[in-house]
């Protein structure tokens, strides 16, 4: 089984659990489809521990751990078990973390995902970000916990809807991650457009006029010393797109507070083109026509398609795609 469907069939059926008890829904979908809302110190799900979640058993250190699932569990709710607490500041939704994780399949005891065979880097850890929409999976697991903390959560097979099967998941958080590039200052190609940072790293881009590229155009704003973005990897980046035709800002992940996260061929081509090959630490500007974007057609106020595209993208982190 791969990764990423996993994890996101993990979200999708979790989601809904996990957001019954907010008082507001997640917003109107993004540029990328989507749903968004924003970060909040509050617990979104505060999972409780149970019989189900303490009969689990783990054994080794992150980023390597043994999960062991005893037969004759109830799986009748979520439950969250605290195997070790950490001495960091308590996490919330949006926060940005590396970590590791094990998913166990209850019924078999197979492992479905191990977190640290995805790692880009020696360290045998990935990034983390606890996005309610997309990410719930690790909202559940992380929130409300003290960082450092490593926790065995056991979900239902009645959240994967009927016939689904129960899961186990183990999971660390470590270290608090840049929200920012932090790659060094290069100079940007002549004729594009240019990019100022506020105090928090959040770009603004202005348009210098004049007709749009027929192809991708993109420059490095900044050059980071991490691991090469490859196809099919799952990239953590912040950004901001612009329209060619009025400048307005549609879409925006410094808006909404936190990372977002995506595989790289699950993007239009030219936001695809931005990322591979690039590495983690570096801001990346690039010009997206419509035949790269969102394809030709006539420009309106509720569509992208027929609109040039901007984008400055910094480029946090990278979790590596699985094999079969």
Do not use: H
Not at 32 to 41: E, L, Q, R, W, Y
Not at 82 to 99: H, P, Q
Not at 183 to 189: I, K, M, R
Not at 191 to 220: K, R, S, Y
């Amino acid at each position: 089984m791969r990764i990423r469907p996993l994890i996101a069939l993990s979200a999708v059926a979790v989601t809904g659990l996990l957001l019954a008890g907010c008082t507001g829904g997640p917003d109107e979908p993004d540029a990328t489809g989507t749903s968004t809302s924003a970060p909040g110190a509050d617990c979104v799900l505060d999972a409780p521990s149970g019989a189900d979640s303490d009969a689990i058993g783990v054994s080794g250190d992150a980023p390597e751990f043994t999960v062991t699932v005893p037969e004759g569990l109830a799986f009748d709710d979520i439950q969250r078990t605290v195997v070790s607490e950490g001495s960091g500041r308590e996490l919330a939704t949006g926060d940005f973390v590396s970590g590791a994780y094990t998913v166990v399949d209850a019924t078999s005891g197979d492992v479905l995902v191990a977190s640290s065979t995805l790692s880009a880097d020696d360290s045998g850890f990935v990034p983390m970000v606890l996005d309610p929409n997309s990410y719930s999976i690790f909202v559940a697991a992380l929130e409300c916990l003290p960082l450092g903390s490593t926790v065995a959560m056991t979900i239902p097979g009645s959240a994967f809807g009927e016939g689904g099967t129960p899961i186990v998941v183990v999971a660390s958080s470590t270290e608090e991650l840049g929200t920012r590039a932090d790659g060094a200052q290069q100079q940007p190609a002549d004729g594009m457009p240019t990019v100022e940072l506020a105090d928090d790293g959040a770009p603004t881009i202005t348009l210098l006029g004049g007709e749009p590229p027929a192809d991708v155009e993109l420059t490095d704003l900044k050059l980071g010393d991490g691991p090469v973005v490859e196809s099919g990897d799952t990239v953590f980046v912040q950004y901001t797109g612009v329209k060619w035709s009025d400048g307005s800002v549609f879409d925006s992940s410094w808006d909404r507070g936190y990372p977002s996260a995506f595989a790289t061929t699950g993007v239009v081509e030219g936001f695809q083109q931005a990322l591979e090959g690039q590495t983690v630490g570096s801001q990346v500007l690039v010009v997206i026509p419509p035949a790269f974007g969102y394809g030709e057609g006539e420009i309106n106020d509720s569509d992208l398609t027929g609109e040039t595209l901007v984008f400055v993208v910094d480029i946090l982190g990278v979790e590596r795609a699985a094999t079969e």
